[in-house]
């Protein structure tokens, strides 16, 4: 029997190139976001490709309601869930904390803590059941770091960080894995939605450098989750080569 991994926002990015790599090493998978066609084509193309199982749920994260039921609605055999990957989140807007926009900060913080406590709150019980199980939090290096005008993204992110530490603590008991991986700068559409849609702003985020990919970060998920059942990676900071910090960042040319 194939073990269960529940994606969140896997419709895009690090979470579609999650799903991609876990499939491929016979997982089957719960795929999440908001995107519902996005998430039909992935799953249809998963089947195509592997034998692994996938089922889309389409749920605003940000929406208890929508979370909770969600996850109570899965088929019993799916509720197994060996592997949550936490990785559901955005940035929106870069900006002075003095002209700050309520409504991205409300976003950020209600996806990326709120969204990220929900699902949490929804699967770690059913993981205490079992009996076994590892949630993954994707954090950034905007959880260990400030930087200019990133205020309340670093903020939800240093949150994530924390998180990460007390569910290692909370699950500990019950015998629970808990591990952050946190990214820098990575190319996907982080940066599109970070700047409302703007891709020329968003393409100058990688200009010059080589970013890392989304498989990069796939390829250590997949890493944390496959060590023995008695090693547990607590935490990953996976930068480019080209980036020491958030703002030293090597371009050439
Ligand atoms: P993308 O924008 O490419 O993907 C974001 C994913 O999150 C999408 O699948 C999106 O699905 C989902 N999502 C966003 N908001 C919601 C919501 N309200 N409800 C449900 N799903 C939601 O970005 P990345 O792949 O880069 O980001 C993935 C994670 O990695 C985020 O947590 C981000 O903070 C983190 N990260 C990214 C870095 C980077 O440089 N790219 C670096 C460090 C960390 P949909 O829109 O369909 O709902
Ligand atoms: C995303 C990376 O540097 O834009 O977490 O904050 S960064």
């Known amino acids: 029997m194939n073990k269960i991994a529940l994606i969140s926002g896997a419709s895009a990015g690090i979470g579609y190139a999650i799903a991609e ?15 519902k066609e996005r998430l039909d084509t992935l799953k249809a193309q998963i089947e195509k490709r592997t034998k692994s199982k996938v089922i889309c749920l389409c749920f605003d994260i940000r929406n208890k309601e929508e979370v909770f039921n969600s996850i109570e609605c899965l088929p019993q055999e799916f509720k197994k869930i060996d592997v949550l990957v936490n990785n559901a ?15 991205d900060w409300e976003k950020m ?5 709120k969204g990220l406590l929900y699902l949490s709150r929804a699967v770690s019980p059913l993981m205490i059941e079992n009996k076994k199980g590892h949630i993954v939090n994707i954090g950034s290096l905007a959880g260990r770091e400030v930087y200019p005008n990133g205020n309340v993204y670093c903020a939800t992110k240093h949150a994530v960080d924390a998180l990460s530490k007390a569910m290692r603590i909370d699950l500990l008991p019950h015998g629970i894995k808990v591990t952050q991986i946190a990214p820098g700068l990575v190319e996907t559409e982080f940066s599109i939605v970070r700047f409302h849609g703007n891709k020329e702003r968003a393409d100058n985020v990688y200009k010059d450098m080589t970013p890392l990919c989304p498989d990069d970060i796939a390829d250590a998920v997949l890493y944390v989750i ?6 547990c990676i607590n935490d990953m900071l996976i930068t480019p080569t080209a980036q020491a910090s958030s703002t030293n960042v090597i371009r050439t040319k």
């Open 226 to 231: 496959t060590r023995p059942k008695h090693v």
């Open 109 to 113: 913080i209600d996806t990326n803590v």
């Open 21 to 35: 790599i876990l499939a491929n090493n016979n997982f089957d998978l719960i795929i999440t976001g908001r995107r």
């Open 89 to 103: 989140g955005l940035a929106s807007g870069l900006g002075v904390i003095q002209d700050g926009d309520l409504e």
